[in-house]
């Protein structure tokens, strides 16, 4: 089998105001975390100069030896072939020093598929040309930085490190020295985003020619700082401009060539292309997560779900020594005999010495998969293969889920279309923006 493969990186120097991913500032860190890579000046040296990035090499060693031990275990335990899309994301793994990024690529790239689509993410503080050869010279060929906006005042007020300085210098290097694929990432309806500035922003965005833009409207999630700050009235918020603004984007990109294929996700037409690794998602594909906060499915008769522990010290710690617990004759086995449930599961070793893994296990009802299926397909403009679905779950495809696809349809929200001899299922552009109420309607029918 051939799967995508997802790396976290769960490391920040700060930490996004409107992030709820799991990540830990560096500067939080205990100080057995903090230990610094320290190999990134010599390698630096060697290859490119003295020239550097201040942040570099802030990620531990010991982070990487553990990252590559779960990549190494969980590529026999599932009995990957062949990792099919690699994607590097975080946290900010631009904080990785070179010759970090050195070994993560030797640990999978001869494990990949020819011509794999190997993503990083980035934050536009940290791109050099040395960074960007760095890239290059290790395989990585689609680079993903996280612009969100071209807007001082917007990205200081959500704490964003990036400046508009550090945005507009780092695209003209990508523009100018980067050869590989390259998407950026846009928010609308950031505080302190007016409309004048969010148009100009993607405008700016378009002269420098990405392949792909993800363009997200604001989620404002509780517990987040931002979410606080804003119910506090601390900050100004428009809740009813968050729509209006990406409607407008979306409208401005599909004018200049973008094509949506998902609902924040659009391509030039002239040289892009969908991201194969985020396909996979969509399509309720297979894939394997590595890392501290690093989540897997793995779909078959019993599908399953896993996250590894939220807990970068004992993350490193298991990881680290698996080899030599294995070689003192303890088996590492998945937690599923126990049904772990718990986010956050301490590790465990049960009486026949068999290491239980740092996760949070899931075991998938097929009903949840079902509705998941159709959730995340009709993320997609192209939407869902009827088919496809009586194939995996060998069933037809229940009576309630037609009474809320005919209805969608005659309210001009949904239509069926015929492509490749099969028959498919889609919500109509201005359906696909109620997606939500779709899913409620299946839920409500059950």
Known sequence: MNYPLYIHIPYCLSKCDYCDFFSVPIGNLTEKNAVCGGSYSSYNREMYGEKKSVEAGLVPDEYITALCNEISYRKK???????????????????????????????????SAHNVEFTME???????????????DCGVNRLSLGIQAFDDASLSCVNRRSTLRDVETSLELVKSRWNGEFSADLISALPLQTEKSFVLGVKRLLDYKPNHISLYSLTIEEETPLFKRIDSNEIPYNYDNADS???????????????????????????GRPCAHN???????????????????????????????????????????CQKREGDGREVKNAEKVNAQSERREIEVDANREILLPEALEVLKKSDEEMEFFMMGLRLYEGVCLE??????????????????????KHNRARYYKKHGKEWF????????????????????A
């Not at 536009?124 to 890239?135: G, N």
């Not at 590595?290 to 078959?300: H, I, Q, R």
């Open 122 to 136: 980035a934050n536009p503080a940290d791109i050099s040309l040395d960074f960007l050869q760095c890239l290059a």
């Open 245 to 271: 603004l990406w409607l407008l984007g979306k409208k401005m990109l599909e004018e200049n060539g973008w094509r949506a294929y998902e609902i924040s996700n659009f391509y030039n037409e002239k040289n």
């Open 279 to 321: 396909m996979a998602y969509w399509k309720m594909k297979s894939y394997i997560g590595v890392g501290s906060g690093g989540t897997g499915s793995v779909y078959g008769k019993k599908s399953i779900r896993y996250t590894n522990i939220h807990d970068i010290a004992k993350y490193i710690d298991f990881w680290r020594d």
């Open 426 to 445: 889609c919500l109509s552009k201005k359906g696909i923006l109620f997606l939500n109420g779709f899913m409620k309607d299946i839920i409500g029918g």
């Open 388 to 409: 496809d679905f009586e194939s995996r779950f060998s069933k037809k495809i229940p009576r309630h889920y037609y009474d809320v696809m005919n209805l969608w349809k």
């Open 77 to 111: 335990m599932y009995t990957v072939e062949k990792w099919s899309t690699i994607y590097i994301g975080g946290g900010t793994p631009s904080l990785l020093s070179p010759l970090q990024i050195k070994t993560i690529a030797e640990c999978v790239l001869n494990d």
